[in-house]
């Protein structure tokens, strides 16, 4: 079975910064895609950012230039560098494996989420 644990939320000011993370575990041999989406209160779950296992990134429009997705293969990580942060980017950010290549299976999965508020 395939896990992905994030970490990295928390209260922050306008204006700041934070750093989430999100390691991938299991029998995995590699994972296609690793990202992020977010959901807000009363809202629908939205894409945020992905990044392919070759290095492609694509963001959501509102998060270009403030937000940087990495990730480090050899260890099924991912991380969302989350700068400039305004009041509505609060939200739970759930990391996400699309094609996740395993010993028995290829699946998708989704982390528990982390919690990222904003401040004004």
């Known amino acids: 079975q395939v896990q992905l644990l994030e970490s990295g939320g928390g209260l922050v000011q306008a204006g700041g910064s934070l750093r989430l993370s999100c390691t991938a575990s299991?029998?995995?041999?590699?994972?296609?895609?690793m990202g992020w989406y977010r959901q807000a209160s009363g809202k629908q779950r939205e894409f945020v950012a992905r990044m392919s296992s070759g290095g492609s990134t694509y963001y959501e429009d509102s998060v270009k230039g403030r937000f940087t997705i990495s990730r480090d293969n050899a260890k099924n990580t991912v991380y969302l560098q989350m700068d400039s942060l305004k009041p509505e980017d609060t939200a739970v950010y759930y990391c996400?494996?699309?094609?996740?290549?395993?010993?028995?299976?290829?699946?998708?999965?989704w982390g528990q989420g982390t919690l990222v508020t904003v401040s004004s």
């Open positions: 299991g029998s995995i041999f590699s994972i296609n895609y």
């Open positions: 996400r494996g699309e094609r996740i290549y395993t010993t028995h299976s290829t699946l998708d999965a």
